[in-house]
């Protein structure tokens, strides 16, 4: 199915968003329950951090959960263009989620740092071999998970989902620089292990910021700027009558936008004529443009007569 279908087939779109969302929660829960487990009992301090990280995964996983399924609720009188703009409310809460994370996650990694440089670290347990095996296990597990979810998300154009893929490829960060402080710890090199914690953390806050920065531009209305501007005076400057299309406006609801536009017709038409031309405008730009939720058109005769 091609994206022009997906956005023409709002159960399908929604179907699959779902299907990802429902997925990642199902896996980090599984890696949030077995990475803090073992980053106990194996003495790991990255793999601890990651699996704190993972527990944080599942909370807003659930948000997330809660926010896409009123996203697919039908148009209604309080909400005319529909509820899409809950995805983005959906992305902007992972984002507040993970940056918080990877504040709590830097803070805890340096100070352990600390103190085994300073010498107030308590004594020190090698590192169990098994952590390292879960560690190699996790990036396996959300390699997987990011190209499924960001395929999801591409098909789909749905912010929330896109979001998760991010922090899937995060997580992928995460699990290779733990496993790189369990193997130098197992080496003798303790301070990797608190110092890799430290890097998860840095790598966790830098997709934080990113999924908030994006989220943000959504709700917004952030504009894509000259490539659907270029599509909207393409499509609709070919329509029979239509000497000019002069001012366009566009802003968001979700992945979706509603556009106002402005075109000039021959001043000799009649309103019956006019009507015609502009609904032959909005048709073409529905057809043309499978983000379009609505499309108002506004014809009068132009300022300036095409020569």
Do not use: C
């Not at 300073?118 to 095996?133: D, Q, Y």
């Not at 301070?191 to 910021?209: F, Q, R």
């Not at 968001?252 to 021959?266: A, D, E, K, Q, W």
């Amino acid at each position: 199915m091609n994206q022009a279908s997906i956005y023409g087939n709002p159960e399908e779109r929604q179907r699959l968003v779902s299907r990802a969302v429902n997925l990642g929660l199902a896996t980090n829960i599984f890696l949030a329950v077995v990475k803090t487990l073992a980053g106990i009992l194996g003495h790991s301090q990255a793999l601890l951090a990651d699996g704190i990280n993972s527990t944080s995964d599942v909370t807003y996983y659930v948000a997330v959960k809660i926010f896409t399924g009123h996203a697919g609720k039908p148009a209604d009188r309080e909400h005319p263009y529909g509820h899409h703009q809950m995805e983005s409310i959906a992305a902007l809460l992972v984002g507040a989620f993970v940056v918080t994370t990877g504040l709590a996650i830097f803070w805890n990694a340096v100070n352990d740092l600390f103190d085994l440089v300073s010498g107030g670290a308590s004594a020190w347990h090698r590192l169990e071999m098994f952590t390292l095996w879960i560690a190699l296990l996790t990036i396996i597990i959300k390699v997987i998970l990011f190209m499924y979810t960001r395929t999801v998300g591409r098909r789909t154009d749905n912010a929330a989902a896109l979001a998760l893929a991010s922090d899937h490829r995060n997580d992928i960060f995460s699990a290779v620089g733990v496993a790189a402080g369990i193997s130098l710890g197992r080496f003798g090199w303790i301070w990797a292990d608190p110092a890799a914690g430290a890097i998860v953390a840095l790598l966790v806050l830098k997709t934080g910021i990113g999924i908030l920065r994006d989220a943000s531009a959504e709700l917004m209305d952030t504009v894509p700027g000259e490539a659907l501007d270029r599509q909207i005076h393409e499509i609709a400057g070919a329509v029979p009558g239509v000497l000019t299309v002069e001012d366009l406006g566009a802003h968001r609801f979700g992945p979706y936008f509603v556009v106002n536009i402005t075109i000039g017709i021959s001043g000799n038409l009649t309103v019956a004529e006019g009507d015609r031309i502009a609904t032959e405008v909005e048709q073409r730009l529905y057809r043309g443009i499978g983000m379009l939720r609505r499309v108002y058109v506004h014809y009068h005769p132009p300022y300036v007569v095409p020569q």
